[in-house]
C-alpha cells in the first residue's frame, strides 16, 4: 500500500554533487519521519539524516556540513542535497518512512539508489 521510491542516484566525482528524491504515495499519517540511511559493501546500514514532519533534523557526523536534508509535507516527498561528495560516500542509499498509530510504529523502505564517488 505504501511506496516509496528513490530518484536521483548515480556516478559522480569526488568534490561532485547529487541531489536525492524519494516520493512516498499510499496513506501516509501527516506525523511522521523521513530519512535516508546508506549501506557499503560489507558493512552495516546506517543512518545518514532524518527529518520530521515538523522539519527537526539529524545528522551523521560523517555528513554534516556536507548534506541537508528536506521535505515537501504536502508531497510526502524528501530529499538529500548531497555536497563535496567523498569516495567514502559511495553506497546504497535507502529512503526511510516511520509512522505512528496509537503507540503503533512502522517502518517502510525504499528499494535503494547507488550512489557511486569515483575518478
Known amino acids: 500500500q505504501v511506496q516509496l521510491v528513490e530518484s536521483g542516484g548515480g556516478l559522480v566525482q569526488p568534490g561532485g554533487s547529487l541531489r536525492l528524491s524519494c516520493a512516498a504515495s499510499?496513506?501516509?499519517?501527516?506525523?511522521?519521519?523521513m530519512g535516508w540511511y546508506r549501506q557499503a559493501p560489507g558493512k552495516e546500514r546506517e543512518l545518514v539524516a532524518t527529518?520530521?514532519?515538523?522539519?527537526?533534523?539529524n545528522y551523521a557526523d560523517s555528513v554534516k556540513g556536507r548534506f541537508t536534508i528536506s521535505r515537501d509535507n504536502a508531497k510526502n516527498t524528501v530529499y538529500l542535497q548531497m555536497n563535496r561528495l567523498e569516495p567514502e560516500d559511495t553506497a546504497v542509499y535507502y529512503c526511510?518512512?516511520?509512522?505512528?498509530?496509537?503507540?503503533?510504529?512502522?517502518?517502510?523502505w525504499g528499494q535503494g539508489t547507488q550512489v557511486t564517488v569515483s575518478s
Open positions: 527529518i520530521t514532519s515538523g522539519d527537526s533534523t
Open positions: 499510499g496513506s501516509i499519517f501527516s506525523i511522521n519521519t
Open positions: 526511510n518512512l516511520k509512522m505512528r498509530r496509537l503507540a503503533i510504529r512502522t517502518d517502510y
